[in-house]
């Protein structure tokens, strides 16, 4: 089977938003520099680390799922610390969460192993069986490169 690429939410307004977010701060903390204010320094240097943290916090579910032999690939973003591959035997369920205010919106997320899925409504239910299912096409078909063990 040929490797898929699923796209849940628009990885690039996603990453443009972390690009942008830490631009700006990166732009304020570059000129606090310039003009030598070590309080406006040390604040803007406090606010990178947030904002990488933020993006690599677990408010943000993964955006983006390729699945290859040699394993499943989850993507949060291009400033994420969190994107990772994981082994093809990863189990993977699609949850039921309700969000809104008051908790009456339905939406869906996809579980693989220990990584969610960003949240999505009942018309992306079947983007996230399809990502399902493209994983178990791919578990059936040949060997799991990921538990094979190479020695040099």
């Known amino acids: ?11 690039y307004v996603q990453n443009t938003i ?20 070590l309080k406006h320094t040390l604040v803007f240097s406090v606010w990178v680390f947030i904002v990488i943290w933020f993006f690599s916090s677990p408010f943000f579910g993964f955006s983006a799922v390729s699945v290859r032999p040699e394993g499943i690939y989850i993507n949060y973003g291009i400033i994420s610390l969190r994107n990772s591959l994981l082994p093809l035997d990863s189990q993977w369920k699609i949850e039921t969460y309700f969000g809104g205010i008051r908790r009456t919106k339905k939406l869906y997320l996809l579980r693989v192993g220990d990584h969610e899925s960003m949240k999505v409504r ?18 059936s078909h040949g060997v799991n490169f990921s538990k094979k063990i190479v020695t040099l």
């Open 122 to 139: 009942a018309k992306g239910l079947n983007l996230l069986q399809e990502i399902g299912n493209a994983i178990d096409k791919m578990r």
């Open 18 to 37: 972390m690009l942008l977010s830490l631009g700006v701060v990166v732009l304020l903390l570059l000129r606090s520099l310039i003009k030598k204010k």
């Open 1 to 11: 089977m040929d490797p898929a690429t699923f796209i849940i939410k628009s990885l």
